[in-house]
């Protein structure tokens, strides 16, 4: 088990190979469809995004939220975001979290930017929950569950999905 | 006039606060679906699958304990009602009810809100309305059964229009073909619902009310007891394995209905559950 903390320093992830299993700590967003798609329409136009997305880690999560508190916090597909993650891992994004396998092109592009992406254990959202010691929301308060939060996580159990080669937990 | 005396009420409220505790059902799993998940992890030798089977049962535990949402995906709330047609229902409807305790009870249990309008996509902010199908039924009870249904695993559904050449294998291509192309997203290990026969629409349903059996248990009818006992086989022997990290446990059980259907056809409907099976049932 390796302890993990972000921001990550480029040898971390270069270091990383699919299957082996991770302790992350850190701050890091969320992220799902509908914040995915506000963020990819001002890249498209040039805009300032309301995050720093440069070096960030994203989480496709969608938390249950009741007051103060996350009660409960897995992963999503990460397969709804393949549209938009290579631009998202072009443009300086360091490590997605999710759950299930990524198309060709996410494969490639984490390759070529020396990425990572992180599984998630899906179904296990009240595990991740006890996992985030703090939260607040960054950007789209709007978006209710589909919000960007800034999220301060410790030990946050994942596995190395594909790693910076392209290798795969999912493609053996 | 002529009154049936033999008419029984139930109150508005009653189905409301009934609805709101099946609700609860979000916070654990269900017995089944606990005792399969032990199985599963005892006959993997795959490393990451049995490290994530190992965390589904360390996380239904803790969710129970704290009572918290075992995923954060808690579903569009879906209810299949069978209504005694010598009920009579007092106060207000029968969909405003179950409404109002899916408001009430995913509230008060940490739930999320994820239903919205498809085209605006702006979210009704209280996970209304439920999805809920009402059958009518001899006597004076009410049966309401409820599933959490996440999306990972419904976007996985299919409908597959065989025609009557196709048979038995046609049947079993089909269900092979959904759960191979859903692979790693619906978060196996899962439970492959399926609806044989009807008509689009009710395959599509029967598919679904397969997820409401205690996970595992077989169709009275023999053909399709053995269906489900060959089909869970020929799935774990695809690989696909818990989460996708490959071993023997892609699904958990495979539930298949039947229902009549027309001469020109073989409608087959599958439905998937992920593997955070919460279904509760109640009978007023």
Redesign the interface.
Known sequence: MKKLTVPFDRRDILDLRA?D?VLLSGVIYTGRD?AHKRLDLLISSGERLPIDIVGATIYY??????GD?I????P??S?RMDKYAPRFYDKGVLATIG???RSDEVYASIAKNKCVYF?A??????????CIKSFEVAAYAD????AIYKLTVEDM?L?VAIDSFGGS??R? | MHYNLSMRTINYRQIVDAVAELTGACCGLTCSCKAVLERALDRESNGAARYAIGELLKNAELAERERLPVCQDTGLAIFFVQLGQDVHIEGGSLYAAIDEGVRVGYKSNGCRASVLDPITRVNTTDNTPASVHVELAEGDEMKIEFLAKGFGSENMSRLYMLTPSDGIEGIERAVLDAVSRAGSKPCPPIVVGVGIGGAADSAMTLAKKQLLREVGEHSDDETLRELEISLLQKINALGIGAQGFGGCNTALAVHIGKLPTHIAGLPVAVNIQCNAVRVARTIL
């Open positions: 299957g299993r509908a999560v969608g938390p249950c939220v009741m508190k009660t409960s916090a897995g999503t597909t397969s759950k299930g396998d599984a254990i899906g179904g296990a959202g009240a595990t991740y929950a006890n978006l209710g569950t589909e159990p596995i937990i999912y053996r």
